[in-house]
């Protein structure tokens, strides 16, 4: 057994006085000792810690005692290490950021597409008349993606409802959306049945189940991932490469942070061009005053604390 696990879950629930949940729930973390980021808002919970299997089993424990969170999912991963240096719990406007808040309009727990599970997924996307949307970040979906997927120029998700109108000539298709965690899925596929679109589904649990369930078939490169691993793995059966070194093109699996905290781009950076550029993503941040010391492996991270906002 590995002595950390790591924890993705979300959960829409309506959360009376989410602020002071949010408070209540940053104690409770720190007197378990666990690490993450953990968000929390009128309309639900979403968060990844990481801790010893005991520490995350009390949690899991803890979060599935609460009504509110009957029916909850925790996707689990072993690991050598914490996933986290720090704890954040944070109450916001909105568990995912996408700028669609208001409930009378898009509301996952009311309406939104079809959950399906990894091996329905696989049968699906074989056919036809299916579309599979990726609905994640340009840096996300660079580093990897499904087979024959659809994806959009998004430098974050509150840019999907803009990317809506670009996905009109589908609108009589039968849509697939995935993410990594199914999240940003739940408002997505609602929007797109907001606008019309008719035979809406998304795959639950996102990438990351999809490997547990199916040893991630047709899925090219890896899955960028919230917390210091930065990408996993997730092809078992027909793995490939899609991403290439930003500096010099050669095929990579490895995505960085430059080392100039003023530009901080998720960038595909192989070792190489790493050393030689000392973690930057150009000459110009290489030579930036502000330039971090590179610490070879492009995740940087502040000394540990707990923090609320």
Not at 50 to 58: A, H, K, T, V
Not at 169 to 188: D, H, Q, R
């Amino acid at each position: 057994m590995a002595p950390y696990n790591i924890l993705l879950y979300y959960f829409y629930t309506p959360i009376e006085d989410a602020e002071k949940y949010a408070e209540e729930h940053l104690k409770y973390c720190k007197s378990l000792g666990v690490r993450g980021r953990i968000i929390i808002a009128d309309e639900g919970l979403n968060g990844s810690i990481s801790g010893s299997p005991e520490q995350c089993q009390q949690y899991t424990d803890h979060i599935k005692s609460d009504k509110r969170f009957e029916g909850i999912e925790f996707k689990i991963d072993e690991s050598d290490s914490h996933a986290f240096n720090r704890l954040h719990v944070r109450y916001k406007a909105e568990i995912v950021h996408s700028g669609l808040r208001d409930p009378k309009i898009i509301n996952p727990r009311k309406k939104t597409g079809v959950h399906i599970d990894g091996n329905t997924f696989l049968e699906m996307k074989e056919r036809n008349d299916v579309v599979v949307l990726d609905v994640r970040s340009n840096y996300e979906h660079g580093v990897g993606k499904f087979k024959n997927s659809i994806t959009l120029d998004m430098e974050n998700f509150r840019e999907f409802p803009d990317k809506i109108k670009e996905l009109e000539s589908l609108k009589y298709k039968t849509i697939i959306t995935y993410c990594t965690g199914g999240i940003k899925c739940e408002k997505a596929s609602a929007l797109l049945l907001e606008h019309g679109f008719e035979d809406v589904y998304q795959l639950h649990g996102g990438i990351i189940k999809y490997a547990k369930e199916t040893g991630g078939k047709d899925f090219d490169g890896v899955c960028y991932v919230f917390d210091a691993r930065i990408t996993v793995p997730i092809n078992e059966v027909n793995p490939t490469i899609i991403s290439n070194c930003h500096i010099c093109n050669a095929p990579t699996l490895r995505m960085v942070n430059c080392a100039n905290v003023e530009c901080n781009e998720h960038l595909p950076i192989c070792e190489d061009c790493g050393e030689k550029l000392d973690g930057a993503c150009s000459t110009e941040c290489m030579e930036h005053p502000r330039k971090r010391p590179y610490n070879g492996t492009g995740y940087y991270v502040r000394p540990p604390i707990e923090t609320i906002k």
